[in-house]
């Protein structure tokens, strides 16, 4: 039989206690940084942003990866007795979130500009430079649709080309055109990702596993131990099986941020993306972006009835789109490496509102309605002060299991839009079904 072995194991290396802020004015293009409470210069922040990061990675073990391999049942048995913590299942093939076939592409140029990336990301010179971003497929990119310049296929030799990794590529290459793109044929992230010449900060994944369940999957808690041990901002489609199926794994993925599906015309969802929530909970997607691209490519035939024709559509479109502006985002404010939880705040409370936020219907309890992240919501404005607290719990919470802390310049009467995100470890959800813990945010 052929079978998936996953440790959902987490390797808890030791985090210093840190806290960090970071405030940006546009207007002066002034940046100003923040560690442990005292204001430092932006040289010093990253140089013990990156000391910390490689002191990190040199207390933890690699990642460990999934395995397929073909096992009796006597053999599985003798696996599972193994480790607690290890998980079997049957090997499923990832399914690609795209259909053929759709009607309703807009030019990209037009998508950028509607999103914000053209004016405050790409003519002020903010192209993703210096970011990695990793891309997992089943197949390979034909080279004539990259810049490879500003590419590496990881694993070779291709096991095929495929059309679908076209789409993404070229997504994510236009979106941040001097980010450094590593291609991948398998589905698990690139081990120690820091440590590439361009170091790797953001995945972005357009497939997801089919599933009869509801609940949270070993596949799932794989991605979220990645994203905990490696602190990559981890993009996944939301499927294309419509508003009332469940979100698919490893979408479900605490630390994921999930995308649906919107349409550029008339800012809704597509009827096709899936938004039902897993059965932990966890409200998803986090995000809608827009989908059905059009680029003025030649067309490339990979096999019958498989041609890329320079469309892009569905939730395969809309990973790539969000993980080339992060790109951009962390490009602009390096504040934001290894800081996952803090773009996932940042990308939620940046977002512009859905226009049909009754699609999402299982998301009444939490009262979280998904946006759509607009450039100059979450990289140009004096609104946004980011914080993050690292380390122990007993670190930074006091006894009334709270941290505190002020703002200032808030104008009475106008609205804000806040929002909070931590890390949680696979190895803790898979067992119980749930986050390690609940945090709430109150303002007083």
């Known amino acids: 039989m052929k079978v ?39 040289k010093s922040y990253l140089d013990q942003a990156k000391k910390r990061k490689q002191k990190y990675d040199r207390a933890r073990k690699s990642f460990k990866s999934s395995r397929v391999a073909y096992l009796t049942a ?20 990832p399914q690609p979130q795209v259909m053929y076939g759709q009607d309703g592409s807009w030019d990209y140029r037009y998508i950028f500009k509607k999103a914000g990336v053209t004016d405050y990301a790409h003519n002020v010179g903010i192209k993703g430079q210096g970011v990695g971003i990793h891309y997992n497929e089943g197949g390979c990119v034909p080279l004539q649709y990259v810049d490879e310049n500003y590419f590496e296929q990881l694993e ?16 994510l290459q236009t979106t941040a055109p001097q980010a450094k793109l590593y291609a ?16 790797i900060l953001i995945g972005s994944n357009s497939w997801t596993y089919g599933s009869d369940l509801p609940h949270y999957e070993d596949t799932d808690a794989t991605m ?3 994203i905990y041990e490696n602190r990559v901002v981890e993009f996944i489609a939301a499927g294309n099986e419509g508003r009332d199926a469940i979100i698919p794994p490893p979408a479900r993925a605490f630390n994921v941020i999930t995308v649906g599906a ?28 827009y989908s059905h691209f059009r680029f003025p490519d030649k067309p490339y035939t990979a096999g019958p009835g498989d041609t890329y024709d320079g469309t892009f559509c569905c ?35 940046g977002s512009n509102p859905i226009q049909n936020p009754d699609y999402d219907i299982d998301d009444a309890p939490s009262g979280f309605d998904a946006g759509i992240p607009h450039y100059s919501n979450f990289s140009w404005t004096d609104s946004y002060r980011w914080n993050f607290w690292e380390g122990e719990n007993s670190s930074w919470f006091d006894s009334n299991r709270e941290i505190t802390f002020p703002e200032y310049d808030i104008t009475k009467g106008k609205r804000y839009r806040i929002a909070i995100s931590w890390l949680t470890s696979g190895e803790f959800a898979v067992r119980y079904q749930s986050v390690a813990e609940d945090i709430e945010l109150r303002v007083l």
């Open 224 to 226: 979220d131990n990645y």
């Open 184 to 199: 991948l044929q398998g589905t698990d992230g690139p081990a120690n990702p820091s440590s590439y010449d361009v170091p």
């Open 4 to 42: 998936v072995i996953r440790d959902v194991k987490v390797d808890e290396a030791p985090l210093a206690a840190v806290s960090g802020r970071y405030e940006y004015r546009p207007v002066a293009d002034q940046k100003e940084f923040w560690l442990n409470g005292s204001k430092v210069s932006e």
């Open 74 to 93: 006597s053999e599985i048995e003798k696996e599972l007795a193994s480790s607690e913590t290890k998980y079997i299942s049957e090997f499923k093939k």
């Open 315 to 349: 939730t395969s479109g809309a990973p790539p789109f969000i993980a080339g502006m992060t790109a951009d985002l962390l490009s602009q404010h390096q504040f934001l490496w290894w800081h996952p939880e803090v773009v996932r705040a940042i990308l939620i409370a």
């Open 156 to 171: 070779t030799p291709c096991n095929e080309y495929s059309t679908h990794a076209i789409g993404v590529a070229r997504i």
């Open 262 to 289: 919107v349409s550029p015309a008339d800012d809704m969802f597509m009827g096709y993306s899936t938004s039902g929530n897993p059965s932990p909970g966890n409200d998803k997607p986090e995000v809608g972006v």
